[in-house]
């Protein structure tokens, strides 16, 4: 049986949107086209403002990283790159001690590209630059459709490496930090192989792994305990100003809640903190790697399970008037 198939078009970005400013930025700061960078470049974004002064310039659209809430700055063109907007990303690097910076254009040039790459290279941790290109693409009369091409990223490997290096000089990574980075790269890999939805930051030397809920402030973390020898799950919340507010109106469900999740859970108002916590916890020894298996199914039964009961209530959390 023959099908029709369509024609795949390249479209010419200045066919719908006419200018940067005017056009091109308010379209990416909606939520979900700021998605579709996210995804291209595997951070969960959160748009806090368009236009925003950072220095003597202003960055395009200014974003929190959800799972850590570090400062996310984009700047975008709708033409080839130039030396102006390079300066400008050096300049917002300069004034920012955590950032992530995202240059989005229709074309690298060949030197800006390696300008990125080279400061990936020399910059801590603390600093990640990206080059995206963007594209429209249409099927014969179907509405244009917006694809990302990364083509400068963070070279997260060699930047890892110097870390641990550093973590082995300070007599940081002891046999109990190495136990807990191989527990959760494996755990990693498990959630992987399984199809999991839930996607983790990069494990570290620590003693929970952390992943995002779809709201700044909050997260869940997957959790082990060596000295209590136990394994859980948790909701953090920390918003500055508004955590105890927030955790006593998802208490006022707190029925349907551990109905939803099957179990009862520890919740923790935490008064004298910034924070508040919602913990499940299991009694089984993280340092039993024979019983990893058992430990990855319930850590992940159960993330998925904070998950699906907290995403759309933190969603739908409100200030208070």
């Given at each position: 049986m023959n099908k029709k198939l369509g024609k795949l078009e390249r479209v010419e970005l200045r066919n719908i949107w006419s200018t940067e400013d005017g056009?091109?930025?308010?379209?990416?700061?909606?939520?979900?086209n700021i998605e579709i960078l996210g995804d291209a470049i595997g951070i969960e974004l959160e748009v806090e403002a368009q236009e925003k002064d950072v220095g003597p310039f202003r960055a395009d659209i200014l974003c929190r990283n959800i799972a850590d809430d570090s400062f996310v700055l984009i700047e975008n063109q709708i033409e080839k790159t130039d030396h102006k907007h390079l300066g400008q990303l050096l300049t917002?690097?300069?004034?920012l001690q955590t950032v992530t910076i995202i240059w989005v254009a229709s074309k690298f040039t060949e030197e800006h590209r390696a300008a990125l790459d080279w400061l990936n290279g020399i910059t801590?941790?603390?600093f990640r630059f990206f080059g995206l290109e963007v594209e429209l693409w249409q099927i014969d009369d179907?509405?244009?459709?917006?694809?990302?091409?990364?083509v400068s990223q963070p070279n997260d490997w060699s930047k890892y490496v110097s870390s641990a290096a550093r973590n082995i000089s300070n007599a940081e990574n002891s046999e109990t930090k190495q136990m807990q980075y191989k527990f959760w790269t494996k755990f990693s890999e498990y959630l992987k192989e399984t199809g999991s939805k839930m996607k983790p930051q990069r494990p570290g030397y620590q003693h929970w792994l952390t992943f995002t809920v779809g709201r700044s402030y909050f997260h869940i973390n997957a959790?082990?305990?060596?000295?209590?020898?136990?394994i859980g799950v948790d909701l953090y919340l920390g918003e500055p100003e508004y955590a105890k507010h927030f955790f006593n109106i998802l208490k006022e469900d707190k029925e349907k809640i551990e109905a939803e999740i099957g179990s009862a859970l520890d919740w923790k108002e935490l008064p004298e903190k910034r924070a508040s916590r919602i913990i499940l916890t299991s009694d089984m020894n993280p340092s039993d790697e024979s019983n990893w298996s058992s430990q990855f199914k319930w850590l992940k039964d159960t993330l998925e399970k904070f998950d699906s009961a907290f995403r759309n209530r933190i969603?739908?959390?409100?200030?208070p008037a």
């Amino acid at each position: 049986m023959n099908k029709k198939l369509g024609k795949l078009e390249r479209v010419e970005l200045r066919n719908i949107w006419s200018t940067e400013d005017g056009d091109f930025t308010p379209w990416l700061a909606k939520k979900e086209n700021i998605e579709i960078l996210g995804d291209a470049i595997g951070i969960e974004l959160e748009v806090e403002a368009q236009e925003k002064d950072v220095g003597p310039f202003r960055a395009d659209i200014l974003c929190r990283n959800i799972a850590d809430d570090s400062f996310v700055l984009i700047e975008n063109q709708i033409e080839k790159t130039d030396h102006k907007h390079l300066g400008q990303l050096l300049t917002y690097a300069a004034g920012l001690q955590t950032v992530t910076i995202i240059w989005v254009a229709s074309k690298f040039t060949e030197e800006h590209r390696a300008a990125l790459d080279w400061l990936n290279g020399i910059t801590s941790e603390n600093f990640r630059f990206f080059g995206l290109e963007v594209e429209l693409w249409q099927i014969d009369d179907s509405a244009p459709a917006p694809k990302f091409n990364i083509v400068s990223q963070p070279n997260d490997w060699s930047k890892y490496v110097s870390s641990a290096a550093r973590n082995i000089s300070n007599a940081e990574n002891s046999e109990t930090k190495q136990m807990q980075y191989k527990f959760w790269t494996k755990f990693s890999e498990y959630l992987k192989e399984t199809g999991s939805k839930m996607k983790p930051q990069r494990p570290g030397y620590q003693h929970w792994l952390t992943f995002t809920v779809g709201r700044s402030y909050f997260h869940i973390n997957a959790l082990l305990s060596t000295r209590e020898e136990r394994i859980g799950v948790d909701l953090y919340l920390g918003e500055p100003e508004y955590a105890k507010h927030f955790f006593n109106i998802l208490k006022e469900d707190k029925e349907k809640i551990e109905a939803e999740i099957g179990s009862a859970l520890d919740w923790k108002e935490l008064p004298e903190k910034r924070a508040s916590r919602i913990i499940l916890t299991s009694d089984m020894n993280p340092s039993d790697e024979s019983n990893w298996s058992s430990q990855f199914k319930w850590l992940k039964d159960t993330l998925e399970k904070f998950d699906s009961a907290f995403r759309n209530r933190i969603k739908n959390l409100e200030y208070p008037a």
